[in-house]
């Protein structure tokens, strides 16, 4: 059965640094295009990483966290983690991993019923 764990969520100060995990389950993630989402209460659920499949390749990351985060993949272990850095009161939200696979055609969007495959995990950047 394919399931993605989540983990390493919390709460940080602005200006802190959160390191997410995302164990999969069932299938490897060096053949995924898969990627990091998140939504905060009343808001829509946004795109925050992607990174194609080892024979893909490339990542993107969105204009409002280019720059503080880093996507990568620990193949060994099928791993992604999304490192966060210089957090931000807006990186609140509930953090997800998921497969992209549009992410071939440059759109990072989970797969369709993206919260059937983990709970996520929280992140919470207050003062």
């Known amino acids: 059965q394919k399931r993605l764990v989540e983990s390493g969520g919390g709460s940080v100060q602005p200006g802190g640094s959160l390191k997410l995990s995302c164990a999969a389950f069932g299938f490897n993630l060096n053949y995924y295009e898969i990627g990091w989402f998140r939504q905060a209460p009343g808001k829509e659920r946004e795109g925050v990483a992607c990174l194609g499949s080892v024979r893909f390749g490339s990542s993107y990351y969105s204009d409002g966290v280019k720059g503080r985060f880093t996507v990568s993949r620990d193949s060994a272990k099928n791993l992604l983690y999304l490192e966060m850095n210089d957090v931000k009161p807006e990186d609140t939200g509930l953090y997800s991993c998921?497969?992209?696979?549009?992410?071939?055609?440059?759109?990072?969007?989970?797969?369709?019923?993206?919260?059937?495959w983990g709970q996520g995990t929280q992140v919470t950047v207050s003062s």
């Open positions: 998921a497969p992209a696979p549009a992410f071939v055609h440059r759109q990072c969007v989970p797969a369709e019923a993206i919260d059937s």
